[in-house]
């Protein structure tokens, strides 16, 4: 009797287990996102304070500060959005994970584990504090968020000694020039627009499918001249095959506005089989060939690797992206003149979210193979000693706990454009088209202020996302 309530007690935590650990990070906020799709930003961030117990635990922590952050900027309040990008950055300094908590994800999954946040979700932070300050033109910080965007960026490079990995981003050298730019430092803006070329040039190109931006051009031109860079202005000039007239740029007015545009994907998961495949003397291969996988195996005690022989393949699960298709596929600016300027691509932030979990890959699928193939193997070995009830109970276990981490920061937007307009003093407003998939046009007015050099325009509409 005892054993029949043991065995259904552990049972029902499995299974309360599973139907937490089956939904996705998305899935468990769902409420969250639903009160943002719809700008309900005050509803949304009380939604936070209601769970904020459950999010600040230390695992979820890192991520109710950059939600937090993020609606707070979509809600225009920047004072109170750079405390919790502080916070989010204070954690991310100071984070370090302990040996318990690889243990427990050895036995469960990795999701609870301390989210200590994707590479690029590092990096941009800093954007969105950078974002906020240029709001409160506040230069200097604006500039030294700009510059940990760089340092967050070494971090990688240190880390990734191969190439093809993402470990240069050219958007944050591109925002450092544009805030040098506003305060005048032509030779310093010149040299980190010239840095940000290098990058969109070679990695952008390669992996993210992202052009140089034309404006990048031009206000490399523009900063060579101001700087009195006569050769490199007659190079840059020839190489990008462009006829400009310098003196314009002396006394020419701008002001630059930046479009988040959409969202950036989501993380779900999806399930791989791999078979095990007998050598010699304890030695097994674990093997996707659709893949291309081989993953080496040996034990030398003796009833494991008798197991192992009459054990046919494991199904493991991975985490992966899904894109929230853009609703938008470009957008103008049109001043007082009703001449039109065209948004440019500075950062596809979903190129980069694909191409980051495709760096790490190997080492997801490696701990996800072990992690699956220690708990199958455990089931395996109490079926075959008869323990019906106990091979159950791991089975079941094993079955619900095995998911992949799919917690993101999923209020990024999906791309990062920008437009420089010139303007002059009779400027007080301008206004935005958005051009949509089926060929519509969205439009808003913006208004403009006589000191104002940044605007910051979200659009967080998106078009097929299915979780």
Known sequence: MLKSKLFLGLCSMFLMLGLVSCMSYYQQNDALMQAVYNENYSKALSLMDEKSKMAT?????????LNKGSVYTLNNQPDSSLIYFRKADYFIEDFSKNSTEYI???????SYSTYEGEDFEKVLLHYYAAMNYLQ?????????????????????????????KYKRDAFAHHLLGIIYD???????AFIAYRN???VYTTDYQQFFSTEVPLQLKHDILRTAYLSGFKEEFDKYQEDFKLQVQPQKYASQKQVLVFWNNGLCPVKDQSSINFLIVPQQNGAYQIVNAELGISIPYYTSDKKTNADLLDMRFIRIVIPKYVSRKLKYTSASITANNNAQFQFQLAENIDAIAFKSLSDRMLKELGESLLRTFLKQLAVYQAEKNKKDGLAFAV???????????????????SQIQYVRVPIDSSTKQLTFKAQTVEGNTNSMQINIRGDEKFKFIQTIDFNGFKP
Do not use: C, F, H
């Open 57 to 65: 635990v230390k695992r979820n922590r890192l991520l109710y500060y």
């Open 104 to 110: 427990e994800t050895m036995v469960t999954n990795k």
């Open 395 to 413: 089975s079941l276990y094993g079955a619900l706990s095995e998911q992949a981490d799919t917690r993101n920061w999923q209020l990024l937007p």
């Open 182 to 188: 506003a305060q005048g430092a032509y030779n310093d």
């Open 136 to 164: 409160l033109n506040n230069l200097d910080e604006a500039l030294i968020e700009a510059k940990r965007m760089l340092l967050k960026m070494q971090k990688n490079t240190d880390k990734y000694q191969s190439k093809n």
């Open 196 to 198: 940000a070329l290098e």
